[in-house]
Structure formats: C-alpha cells, structure tokens
C-alpha cells in the first residue's frame, strides 16, 4: 500500500519490524550551523524528515511511532529560539493534521503541553479526537515531556485511583503516559550524541539503542532503513541466553 504518494521500496519481512519506534530528533542547530544559517533554520528543515519517517513507518506497517519534538529541559534555550519552537509547531499542527487524518494515522501528544499555552493545547485534543479512531499508525510527539516527570505523574495517578501502599511495576506502567503503546522496540537518536535527555525513561528499559550521527534535518527514508536493518541483526535476550532463545537449552 502506497500512503502519502507513490514508493518503490521494498518492504522488510514484519518480523524483523519494530512495533514501536521512538525517535530523538537532535541534530537541527548543527545542521544549519554547518551552512551558515540561523539554529532554527534546521528545525525547519527537520520537518520534512519528520514527514520522511512518518511515511516510511507508516508504509512499512510499523504500529508506533514516538517522537520527541521539545523536552522539559528545552525551555532553557534561548526565549527567540523557543518562540519559533512554538510557533512551528502551531503553523505544523494546522498544516499536516489533516493529512495524516486522511493517511488513518492516529495521533498523540504526551508532555505537560498545557505550558505551550490554550492555542497548541486545544489544536492538541482537537487532533486527538480527530484522529482517535483511526487504526494506522499511531504517532505520538512528545512535547515538554521528561521521563522523570512521567514517571512521577504515573505516581500520582495511581495514588489519586486509590492505590495505597507498595507500588508494583504493572500499576505503575498504567499510569504512563504511553501506558497503551507497546514499550518501544527500537529507540533512534540522530545527531551523534549517545544520550537518553530524559526521554522515555520507564519505557526504554529494553529497547534496542541506535545511535547515528546524521543529523536530523538529513535523516532519510535511506537512514530509516540502515536503523531498521539495524534492528533486524539483534538478538533481544531479556536477561535470558543466547542458547535458550534457540531452543539448545
Ligand atoms: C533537536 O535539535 C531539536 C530540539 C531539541 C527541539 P537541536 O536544536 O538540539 O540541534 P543541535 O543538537 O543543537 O544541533
Ligand atoms: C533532546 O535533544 C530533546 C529533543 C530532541 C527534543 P537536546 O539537544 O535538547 O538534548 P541535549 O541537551 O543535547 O542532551
Ligand atoms: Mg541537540
């Protein structure tokens, strides 16, 4: 199947496919540093890699796709910096909802995204409901998310459901912000850093790491499948063997 325009791709056996990918999208600043432009010039240019992945998981039949669009830390940025920040991902939100609507992508924010201000929070929930019943691709952009807050708002939660006493592990995975996505499979971070920046702490404890030094403006459907192909080569053992997976032990 062919979404959003026409591919000639070969399509990877679904086995080898994660079901759920989670990005760190770093690299922008360097990216158009390195021509001379303004930092935000590379934000810019990283929304067509956005789009880029966005297709490429859709059409590769990939359940979840999480990216991290603005951290909890990122408000100590410059304030010019973090108001085009802002303001990309308003004119972003009322340019491409729409599209992956009709693409039956299902969309999520997850984030303390009340901070961005009623604007961006609304066209948020709107997206939301728009898009809820659509049983694509589930995309979910992480905005002034940090996985120590969401960790901790998963705490709070389970104790304002009632829960007293010791918490277990599965009370406090349904808490989390992403508590109906599988835990991510493959975890991608362009941009040469080998850094987790408070993303999906709880989540990642066993995901497959991938660490690239693209950046992220120059992150292709080429790319998408080197971290792919990546993926397919490792063996996930689960605290387990290597003999017990193959069935010797
Ligand atoms: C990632 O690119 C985008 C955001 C954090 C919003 P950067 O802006 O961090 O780019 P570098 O790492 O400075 O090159
Ligand atoms: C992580 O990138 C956050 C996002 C990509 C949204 P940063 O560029 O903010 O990470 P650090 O500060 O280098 O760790
Ligand atoms: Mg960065």
């Given at each position: 199947m062919a979404l959003f325009g026409s591919?000639?791709?070969?399509?990877?056996?679904?086995?080898?496919?994660?079901?759920?990918?989670?990005?760190i999208m770093d690299g922008n600043g360097r990216w158009a540093q390195k021509r001379f432009l303004p930092r935000v010039a590379g934000h810019k240019a990283g929304l067509d890699a956005v789009r880029a992945v966005v297709r490429g998981c859709?059409?590769?039949?990939?359940?979840?796709?999480?990216?991290?669009?603005?951290s909890s830390e990122n408000w100590r940025r410059?304030?010019?910096?973090?108001?085009?920040?802002?303001?990309?991902?308003?004119?972003?939100?009322?340019r491409?909802?729409?599209?992956l609507h009709k693409n039956s992508v299902r969309f999520r924010a997850i984030g303390a995204t009340e901070a961005f201000g009623a604007d961006i929070h609304q066209r948020l929930l709107d997206a939301q409901t728009l898009t809820a019943g659509n049983t694509g691709l589930t995309l979910t952009v992480a905005a002034n998310y940090g996985g120590r807050w969401d960790i901790l708002q998963a705490v709070e939660k389970a104790r304002l459901a009632g829960h007293t006493g010791t918490l277990d592990e599965a009370t406090l995975a349904a808490h989390l912000s992403m508590a109906d996505a599988p835990e991510p499979d493959l975890f991608v971070r362009t941009g040469?850093?080998?850094?987790?920046?408070?993303?999906?702490?709880?989540?990642?404890?066993?995901?497959?790491?991938?660490?690239t030094d693209t950046l992220w403006p120059d992150f292709d459907d080429?790319?998408?499948?080197?971290?792919?192909?990546s993926y397919a080569r490792r063996?996930?053992?689960?605290?387990?063997?290597?003999?017990q997976l193959n069935g010797a032990d």
């Open positions: 591919s000639t791709r070969a399509v990877p056996p679904t086995s080898a496919l994660p079901a759920h990918v989670a990005i859709a059409e590769r039949g990939i359940g979840h796709l999480t990216l991290f669009a603005f410059p304030a010019d910096e973090v108001g085009f920040l802002t303001r990309l991902f308003l004119s972003t939100l009322d491409e909802v729409d599209r040469g850093e080998a850094r987790i920046s408070n993303f999906l702490l709880w989540q990642l404890a066993y995901t497959e790491l991938y660490f080429a790319a998408l499948t080197e971290a792919l192909a063996e996930r053992r689960f605290g387990r063997t290597s003999e």
